[in-house]
Nanobody, 129 residues
Framework: QVQLVESGGGLVQAGASLRLSCATSGITMSGYAMAWFRQAPGKEREFVAGVAAARMLGVTVNYRDSVKGRFTISRDNDKNMVYLQMNSLKPEDTAIYYC???????????????????WGQGTQVTVSS
């Protein structure tokens, strides 16, 4: 049984930092591209950051423009964990954040949510002004 479990969300003030974690089980994580998506109230879910599978030559990451320079995605295949370090948080970062896994051993992390095979239940991030 595949499980992705997010943690680390919370209520913070603008400018603060949070680190989200995603614990995976039931998959060989090294074959999966991993990503974080988010969904704000009344909006569609959007891609935030992704990290290619470990089998891809060179670990590549990609981000949506609005979080570049503030967010950092990383993975630890030995611990079956994915992280999202979020710095300089803004009120517009408020959303439910989801971890997702895409079977893509030699591909980069895609931004289309339809490509992802497994999802976590989400963790709420609220940034007050």
């Amino acid at each position: 049984q595949v499980q992705l479990v997010e943690s680390g969300g919370g209520l913070v003030q603008a400018g603060a930092s949070l680190r989200l974690s995603c614990a995976t089980s039931g998959i060989t994580m090294s074959g999966y591209a991993m990503a974080w998506f988010r969904q704000a109230p009344g909006k569609e879910r959007e891609f935030v950051a992704g990290v290619a599978a470990a089998r891809m030559l060179g670990v590549t990451v990609n981000y949506r423009d609005s979080v570049k320079g503030r967010f950092t995605i990383s993975r630890d295949n030995d611990k079956n964990m994915v992280y999202l370090q979020m710095n300089s948080l803004k009120p517009e970062d408020t959303a439910i954040y989801y971890c997702a896994a895409d079977w893509a051993p030699y591909g980069s992390a895609r931004s289309n949510e339809a490509e992802y095979d497994y999802w976590g239940q989400g963790t709420q991030v609220t940034v007050s002004s």
